[in-house]
């Protein structure tokens, strides 16, 4: 089998935790389990993993603040938060922590390994094409870098190529479903508040270019054809 790189998992409740090895490794990937924040932030410098499956409620340090910390470092690792609450889901976003994606228990197996793929995918498949710049903001997609006004600023995998896949057709009105299914490769359509989430953490990353993405009421989101 095709090897997919290592996945760190970040989960306390073992009967999860060994569901979630199960699943990861029959997709090819390596998997390493952490029950605890510290042992995580260790086991990311030492095994440099492709992606985090980090449950938030942790003893000690929680999920929240390992990501906090890896952010803080500089470390853009993907992470797949798993959440027990939809309110954990908004300090999540509150907080600007990077979370390429998440799902909440009780989640299905098959859809958190979806969602590690697609963000491993995502991360490492460089997207050929050139550099578009949408007023002050330029995105250059094969070096995956974004500048404001010639400054860099760092995004998540998923911020990414939310913010390329906008930039590749400026003007283009493009509906959640849509986004979904390119950005994040995946068909559940419930989920289009992820793309609300994930529209906001970048807007406030742009800051004051966050013009440069429109809502379009009703519809879903452009990139601004006129800066
Ligand atoms: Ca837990």
Do not use: N
């Amino acid at each position: 089998m095709e090897e997919r790189g290592l996945v760190l998992i970040v989960e306390d409740e073992p009967t999860i935790s060994e569901l979630e090895r199960l699943y990861l490794g029959g997709a090819g990937f390596g998997v390493h389990v952490e029950t605890d924040g510290r042992k995580a932030l260790d086991a990311v410098v030492r095994l440099r993993p492709t992606a985090i499956v980090l449950d938030i409620g942790l003893p000690g340090l929680d999920g929240i603040e390992v990501c906090r910390i890896l952010r803080g470092r500089g470390d853009w690792t993907p992470v797949v938060f798993v959440t027990a609450r939809d309110d954990e889901v908004d300090r999540i976003v509150g907080l600007e922590l990077g979370a390429d994606d998440y799902v909440t228990k009780p989640f299905s197996p098959r859809e958190l390994v979806a969602r590690v793929r697609g963000l491993v995918r995502r991360a490492s498949g460089a997207i050929a094409g050139d550099v578009t710049t949408l007023g002050p903001v330029s995105v250059d997609s094969a070096r995956r870098r974004v500048e404001v006004d010639g400054r860099r600023i760092d995004l998540t995998a998923t911020e990414f190529d939310l913010l390329a896949h906008l930039a590749s057709q400026p003007g283009r009105v493009f509906t959640r479903e849509q986004l979904l299914s390119s950005v994040w490769g995946v068909a559940d359509y419930s989920s289009s508040r992820t793309v609300d989430v994930h529209v906001a953490q970048l807007r406030l990353k742009l800051g004051e270019a966050a013009g440069a993405i429109r809502t379009v009421r009703g519809v879903g989101y452009s990139a601004a054809d006129d800066g």
